[in-house]
């Protein structure tokens, strides 16, 4: 079970003079499970890619498959798919519009032709999995604060049972404890339900900490895939691209050029911390 | 007096249900008395709801205090006649880059300004051109806003409050969209401001890398004002700081950690330069 990317290709207003290439020959396969980052300057290409894997866009060229069947042939249902698939877009909290929070929650699983019963449940499962407590049930979700309207937008998605969630930039503009309380949540939802995660974001602090895959995108093209260290490493060439590595990173290459032996694909503050401990004390 | 001054500013907005019943009054900013000279760098820190973006909206006087006052360069923002005055001492950036742009060109969005405060052509001209030099986006000043990056666009928009020839700037939030390549222009058009041309910068971020160079920080609770200090005396406090849902640069997280883990390093490391200097110093 996986989403695979075969040569997709995607032309924004194809056939005009303004005709330019959002996606350029990616290829990707996504098992299940994997907790995956992905990351790109603004206009290199990952919304649109993201945008593919729930049918909201077609490809130009090229196929996608989702559990080994092509999600753009005929007859394939997207309404299915879109629940499998699972998306949370930038600013999710400004598509909240019901009178109380419970209700917004329902709203996905309702589409979904479920019966009463089992709406609620979801419903209730969902806003237990990201942290909102029965008190907020019945309140309106416009007086709750940023970072938990952003998590009952999270679980109005989560009610649809997705096998893969996506998250466009879940923490653009949260103050660091409502980033941290976010992603911690989301880290500890997919452990225990095992789905594929795939995070947006403009952090390479946040997707160092979290992902166990690094995917970055630079003019419509997958340009690196692989290991958060093995990005890291080509810190020159994100630079480049507008990108950058955590902090952290140019800080162990600068103990490293001065004489300390230390790792320099290091990328997280723990992992530093024991390694600059053992070198100073040998 | 400096060029900002509050004194016990507060500020309520009374909250109604949807039938427009009161259903309570709540107090966002909550006696705040501060001063800021003319010159400074000055960032303001604080979770969502602390009362940060509240209070900035005060200093060129979108809101105006339901008790105390407020002075910008000597004015009281809730004298109507120095309105206009006071907007153009005082000019203001927020966060979405989209929301900001009126222009179909770059150089007729940062000439809106300085039109509307009536000045002659010819000088309007020359402010776009030197606004643009400013926060370098000169070479785009024929381009139309709408192919430019995040960071580009927030950097067209400072130009076009510098074009108003304001002594202070306030930006809320100006990077929480960008990418960091767009982060890292703005910031830097921001710190060129402040060191080549002295204007006041206040600065409200999310992003602590960002308020090192400043000269002086507060941290703002509940509407108060819980911290005041220079960004080492600050960042000293990082268990405090999480107690106020904020962090501290990386640099400085590793720095308290290595010294919780028995390294003798001094508080409040802003730098990878003084950290890597603190460290090599230890081996020897």
Excluded at chain 1, 61 to 80: F, P, Q, R, V
Excluded at chain 1, 204 to 215: N, Q
């Amino acid at each position: 079970m996986s989403i695979i990317l075969d040569h997709v290709n995607y032309i924004y207003e194809e056939d005009t003079t303004m005709a330019y290439p959002a996606l350029t020959d990616v290829n990707l396969v996504i098992p299940d499970g994997q907790f995956i980052g992905l990351i790109g300057h603004t206009g290199s290409g990952k919304s649109t890619l993201v945008q593919h894997l729930n049918g909201l866009l077609k490809p130009t060229s090229g196929a996608i498959y989702y559990n080994g069947a092509d999600i753009n042939d005929e007859g394939y249902d997207k309404k299915l798919l879109r629940s499998k698939v699972g998306l949370v877009f930038q600013y999710p909290e400004h598509q909240l519009f019901e009178v109380d929070v419970f209700s917004d929650v329902c709203f996905g699983p309702k589409n979904l032709g479920l019966d009463k019963k089992e709406i609620q449940l979801r419903a209730y499962a969902a806003l237990k999995q990201v942290g909102i407590a029965d008190e907020y049930f019945y309140q309106s979700p416009f007086d709750l604060s940023g970072g938990q309207k952003r998590r009952v937008a999270i679980a109005g998605v989560l009610a649809m049972k997705p096998e893969v969630l996506i998250l466009d930039e879940p923490t653009a503009g949260l103050d660091p404890k409502g980033r941290d309380e976010i992603l911690d949540q989301i880290a500890k939802l997919r452990e225990e339900t095992g789905m594929t995660v795939i995070l947006v974001s403009h952090s390479m602090e946040d997707v160092a900490k979290y992902v166990d895959r690094l995917i970055v995108m630079n003019k419509s093209r997958v340009v690196f895939d692989d290991t958060p260290a093995a990005v890291f490493a080509h810190y020159e060439e994100l630079e480049q691209i507008g990108l950058a590595a955590p902090q952290i990173t140019y800080i162990m290459q600068a103990l490293r050029e001065k004489g300390l032996s230390v790792d320099t694909g290091i990328t997280t503050v723990t992992e530093a911390k024991e390694a600059i401990l053992k070198a100073l004390r040998g | 007096m400096g060029i900002i001054k509050t004194k016990d500013l507060i500020f309520e907005y009374i909250r109604r249900d949807e039938e427009g019943n009161v259903e309570g009054i709540t107090r966002a900013v909550d006696n705040v008395s501060l001063k800021i000279e003319q010159g400074d760098f000055v960032a303001v820190l604080g979770h969502n709801g602390s009362g940060k973006s509240t209070l900035a909206k005060h200093l060129n006087a979108i809101l105006y205090p339901t008790e105390g006052t407020v002075w910008v360069d000597g004015k009281d923002t809730s004298d109507d006649d120095k309105l206009w005055e006071i907007r153009q001492t005082a000019g203001m950036v927020f966060q979405n880059p989209d929301n900001q742009i009126i222009g179909q060109v770059v150089e007729e969005d940062v000439g809106f300004g300085p039109e509307n405060l009536g000045v002659p052509t010819k000088e309007i001209w020359e402010r776009v051109e030197e606004s643009l030099k400013a926060v370098g986006m000169y070479e785009f000043r024929k381009h139309s806003p709408n192919k430019l990056s995040g960071g580009q666009k927030q950097r067209v928009s400072i130009a076009g409050v510098i074009a108003m020839h304001p002594k202070c700037i306030v930006l809320d939030e100006p990077t929480a969209m960008l990418d960091p390549k767009g982060r890292k222009e703005v910031i830097r058009a921001v710190r060129a401001l402040n060191d080549v041309e002295r204007i006041t910068v206040i600065l409200i971020t999310h992003y602590m890398e960002e308020i090192i160079y400043a000269d002086k920080v507060f941290v703002m609770d509940n509407g108060t004002v819980a911290m005041e200090g220079t960004p080492r005396e600050i960042f000293s406090q990082v268990e405090k700081l999480k107690e106020l849902r904020l962090d501290v640069p990386q640099v400085t997280l590793l720095a308290h950690e290595l010294k919780q883990g028995g390294l003798d390093l001094p508080d409040g490391i802003l730098t990878k330069e003084e950290l890597v200097d603190a460290l090599m110093k230890l081996k020897k």
